[in-house]
Structures are given as C-alpha cells and as structure tokens.
T-cell receptor, first 111, second 113 residues
Framework: SQTIHQWPATLVQPVGSPLSLECTVE??????LYWYRQAAGRGLQLLFY??????ISSEVPQNLSASRPQDRQFILSSKKLLLSDSGFYLC??????????FGPGTRLLVL | AQSVTQLDSHVSVSEGTPVLLRCNYS??????LFWYVQHPNKGLQLLLK??????LVKGINGFEAEFKKSETSFHLTKPSAHMSDAAEYFC???????????FGSGTRLLVRP
C-alpha cells in the first residue's frame, strides 16, 4: 500500500532564515505530487505541483520554491522566510482518477 | 471555471443525531467530487469520492454523499453522529482536464454530548 511521509512535523524558524520541508511517497511510481498551504482558519491553497522529476508548476507567486530531485521525493524550500509563511504545509500525491492522498503535514511557525 | 461552496462554516449537532454538511459546486462538465476530513493538526483523510459512477456514494465511518446534477450539489450525510466525528470537513472538485483540486473553505463540525 502507498504511504506518504512529511518531515519535520513541527518547525519554528526566525524571519529571514531558510526553509526545507521534505515529502516522500512509498508504494507507487511516478505519482503526481502537490504542496498545499493551510493558513490558520482558512482553506487549502495549492502552491506547487509536479507531474515528474524536475517538472514543477507554480500556482502562487511567492518566496517559496519546490523541487523534485527523485521520483517520489518533493521538497519545499525558501531562501528567506517571511512572517506570512507561517501555516500548515501539506503534501499530497495523486492516485487513480486523480484522487489526492495527503500526508500528515508540517506546522511551520515563523517568528 | 470550477468552484466549490460549502454553505456552512460551522455545524453543531448532538451525538446520535443526523449530520448534514452542504456542498455546491460549479463545473462545466461532469465533475469528480470529493469529501475530506481533517482532525486538528492532522492531514486530510479521504472520506469518499464521486467519479461518474453511482450517484449515491458510500464512504468510510458511515458517511455518504449524493451527487445531484440538477442541484449542482454533493452534500455529505451521516445518520448518527459520534463524538469522534468532530473535525473539519472539506469538499473538493477536480478541475476539468487538469490535475488540480479546488477546495471549499471547510465546515467545522461540532458534536455535543
């Protein structure tokens, strides 16, 4: 069966520091991968998606970037965090008929 | 363009009573529709999905939803609420010819003892 992992689970970072969040999927090949952000009390905002290694589509202009160095690895990065980057970051992979399955999330607090 | 509207931001029910969470969608074609549940500080868990098969879809934990094309609705129901159902629920529609999902703003379900 398929499993999706995210780490770290929680992260507290100062403004201006770099960021790297990792997502890995097990049990499937060549999945579509997604990064979402969920701000406090708000819905889900799609940030990036990828249909293959090195293929990244950005949905929202911002100081975040994403990379897919391996088939089942998806990384969300920033060179300099802003206060507004705080939120709950969710990774998802796309299955049959594009049902998306979500990871456990990373809670990011930028101070 | 596709969109999803969850009509209630909060719903409160007593344990053992029925649950109704409302979702309306806008889509040019026959859509794929999903309901997800999110418990505090957790990821989203798929409850059920409609992908142009039977209009009444049964999901996990006793939830079901009915696709009504004439009403452009996909409401989520459960006959009897449990305390463990207290969570946030998201309705989503798959965009036509795209990999993307469009999510509603969520409905927080409170279950009173």
């Amino acid at each position: 069966s398929q499993t999706i992992h995210q780490w770290p689970a929680t992260l507290v970072q100062p403004v201006g520091s770099p960021l790297s969040l990792e997502c890995t999927v097990e049990g499937t090949s060549n999945p579509n991968l997604y990064w979402y952000r969920q701000a406090a009390g708000r819905g889900l905002q799609l940030l990036f998606y990828s249909v293959g290694i090195g293929q990244i589509s950005s949905e929202v202009p911002q100081n975040l970037s994403a990379s897919r160095p391996q088939d089942r690895q998806f990384i969300l990065s920033s060179k300099k965090l802003l206060l507004s980057d705080s939120g709950f970051y969710l990774c998802a992979w796309g299955g049959g008929r594009e049902t998306q399955y979500f990871g456990p999330g990373t809670r990011l607090l930028v101070l | 363009a596709q969109s999803v509207t969850q009509l209630d931001s909060h719903v409160s029910v007593s344990e053992g009573t029925p649950v109704l969470l409302r979702c309306n969608y806008s889509s040019s074609y026959s859509p794929s529709l999903f309901w997800y549940v999110q418990h505090p500080n957790k990821g989203l868990q798929l409850l059920l999905k409609y992908t142009s098969a039977a209009t009444l879809v049964k999901g996990i934990n006793g939830f079901e939803a009915e696709f009504k094309k004439s009403e452009t609705s996909f409401h989520l129901t459960k006959p009897s609420a449990h305390m463990s159902d207290a969570a946030e629920y998201f309705c989503a529609v798959k965009m036509d010819s795209s990999y993307k999902l469009i999510f509603g703003s969520g409905t927080r379900l409170l279950v009173r003892p």
